[in-house]
Nanobody
Framework: QVQLVESGGGLVQAGGSLRLSCAASGRTFSDYTMGWFRQAPGKEREYVASIRWSGGTYYADFVKGRFAVSRDNAKNTVYLQMSSLKPEDTAVYYC????????????????WGQGTQLTVSS
């Protein structure tokens, strides 16, 4: 099984950058697709980005060109580099692990972290 812990959230001004990290435990970490999701107050959780065990990356249209997802299998860590941040990006960000399934579907993910808060000020 996999345990996930997000970190790196905080307060940042609009237009700024921040990197989120997701530390994972488990010998089979490299076998999973790792995804990032976010949820703002009063809104449903939405897909942000993901990276497959093969290294391929995928993004939601609203963050493409601003965010970049990467992974370091040796460190059992996944990253989300965020640039040109907007107040609309304010949310709790979650990382998740999927052994198989479609990257952008919540139901594909078996393991979830507790989330880290990002607040973007105007």
């Amino acid at each position: 099984q996999v345990q996930l812990v997000e970190s790196g959230g905080g307060l940042v001004q609009a237009g700024g950058s921040l990197r989120l990290s997701c530390a994972a435990s488990g010998r089979t970490f490299s076998d999973y697709t790792m995804g990032w999701f976010r949820q703002a107050p009063g809104k449903e959780r939405e897909y942000v980005a993901s990276i497959r065990w093969s290294g391929g990356t995928y993004y939601a249209d609203f963050v493409k060109g601003r965010f970049a997802v990467s992974r370091d299998n040796a460190k059992n860590t996944v990253y989300l580099q965020m640039s040109s941040l907007k107040p609309e990006d304010t949310a709790v960000y979650y990382c998740a692990a999927a052994f198989r399934g479609t990257d952008w579907q919540l139901g594909a993910y078996e393991y979830w972290g507790q989330g880290t808060q990002l607040t973007v000020s105007s």
